[in-house]
């Protein structure tokens, strides 16, 4: 596979596509955003195999997000079976499932290097939260390594981010994948800054116009209850993006708005 060099601002267009697309059939993947915050839900209060399984299980749920979206720019409306569809061919969930165990082991493997640098500063932390129950002192000896494994993740997400739709569509070696995908983010790297930034400002924006709204007076309950459907909403919408930016990325005929010239 052959990813193109799209320019910046193809980050947000990516977002503005997935919008539309989101557009066609809001409430399936509604749906889906709810479900997908449901599992995850459940994942957080049941540690840790709750959130293991959730790790393993994300590159499943990309293709599946990916394959719906698919249907949707091509005018087929989506049912319960088209969300499973993907999985029926022969070896792509366990392709899928390998791949998820893979990053479970990568994040592990991350989190040992940044962390463990810094173990005696944070056992000592640990320590003085036991004894005074202040949190300030954990959080201080938590914050460089966690700025690490941040970068880190970074980087490992690159690898694995189209990766999903190289295995489950075109039936690339993981391996492979996992190396197309992270040249692809590479070269599209100041699309993804912008990309990933429009998204900050959307969800920013969201939390910021509620909490406007409670400090004139709308109940915080109110205002939280209100927050779920418009984050959710988001969240399908950015489900929608990931096929975007595939299908930009990768120069595919089913992209939803054509992209501009790439650039060499």
Known sequence: MQAVSLPALAGWRWVRDGWMLFRKQPMAFFTWAMFVSLILMVASVTPPIGPLLFVVLMPTATLLSLSASRHAEQGQKILLGTWIAPLRVAGVFK??????????????????????????????A?????????????????????????VL????????????????????????????????????????????????GIFLAIDTAL?????????????ATIQVPINVVASAVLYCSFYTSFVSVFNTQQAVVSDSEPVN
């Open 95 to 124: 392709r899928l499932l390998g791949m998820g165990a893979l990053y479970v082991v990568f994040c592990l493997i991350l989190g040992l290097i940044a962390f463990m640098p810094f173990s005696a500063e944070v056992t000592e």
């Open 211 to 223: 909490s406007a709204l409670s400090m004139l007076g709308l109940p915080k309950s109110l205002s």
């Open 153 to 200: 993740y970074v980087l490992m997400a690159a690898i694995f981010w189209y990766a999903p739709a190289l295995v489950g569509w075109h039936t690339i070696p993981m391996t492979r994948a996992l190396f197309y995908s992270g040249i692809a983010c590479w070269r599209n790297k100041l699309a993804f800054v912008v990309y990933g930034l429009s998204w900050l």
């Open 126 to 150: 640990l320590k003085s939260v036991t004894v005074s129950n202040d949190l300030l002192p954990l959080l201080e000896a938590v914050r460089t390594p966690m700025a690490i494994f941040a």
